[in-house]
C-alpha cells in the first residue's frame, strides 16, 4: 500500500484548507476495508492522531483538538481520503500524514484509533504552516 498526501500549504490565522491522501496498491486493490487515519508531527508535540475513518464500521473518531474544527472524508471509488481543516489556528502547523492499516481488533478494543503504532502504512507528509 502506497500513500501519497498533497495540499499542504502556508495559510493565515482563522483560514481552511483542505489535504488529499492517495492511497494505491497492486492491480485490484481498493481501499475498502482499510482504516485511514490523518496524523501530524511537529518538533515540539511529536506525532500525535488527528483524525480517522473506517467506513466498514462508520467511525470517524477524532482528536479535541480537531473536534468541530476538521473533516474526514473519503472517497473508495478514487482511492482518496481527504481532511478539511476550518479556523485554523498557529498550533495546528505541522507535518501532515496519512497512514493506513487493515482493521484489527486491537483498533475496536483499545479504540486506539488515533494510535501511530496502530497504522502499517504511511506517506511522506505535506507541511501545513499556519501564520497570523
Known amino acids: 500500500v502506497q500513500l501519497v498526501e498533497t495540499g499542504g500549504d502556508s495559510v493565515q490565522v482563522g483560514g481552511s484548507l483542505t489535504v488529499s491522501c492517495a492511497v494505491a496498491?497492486?492491480?485490484?486493490?481498493?481501499?475498502?476495508?482499510?482504516?485511514i487515519g490523518w496524523f501530524r508531527q511537529d518538533p515540539e508535540k511529536g506525532l500525535e492522531g488527528v483524525a480517522g475513518?473506517?467506513?466498514?464500521?462508520?467511525?470517524?473518531p477524532y482528536a479535541d483538538a480537531a473536534k468541530g474544527r476538521f473533516t474526514i472524508s473519503r472517497d473508495d471509488a478514487k482511492s482518496m481520503v481527504y481532511l478539511q481543516m476550518n479556523n485554523l489556528t498557529p498550533e495546528d502547523t505541522a507535518m501532515y500524514y496519512c497512514?493506513?492499516?487493515?482493521?484489527?481488533?486491537?483498533?475496536?478494543?483499545?479504540?486506539?484509533?488515533?494510535?501511530?503504532?496502530?497504522?502499517?502504512?504511511w506517506g511522506q507528509g505535506t507541511q501545513v504552516t499556519v501564520s497570523s
Open positions: 497512514a493506513a492499516t487493515l482493521l484489527k481488533s486491537s483498533l475496536i478494543q483499545r479504540e486506539a484509533w488515533l494510535v501511530p503504532s496502530e497504522y502499517n502504512y
Open positions: 496498491g497492486a492491480a485490484g486493490f481498493s481501499i475498502n476495508g482499510l482504516v
Open positions: 475513518i473506517y467506513t466498514g464500521g462508520n467511525r470517524t
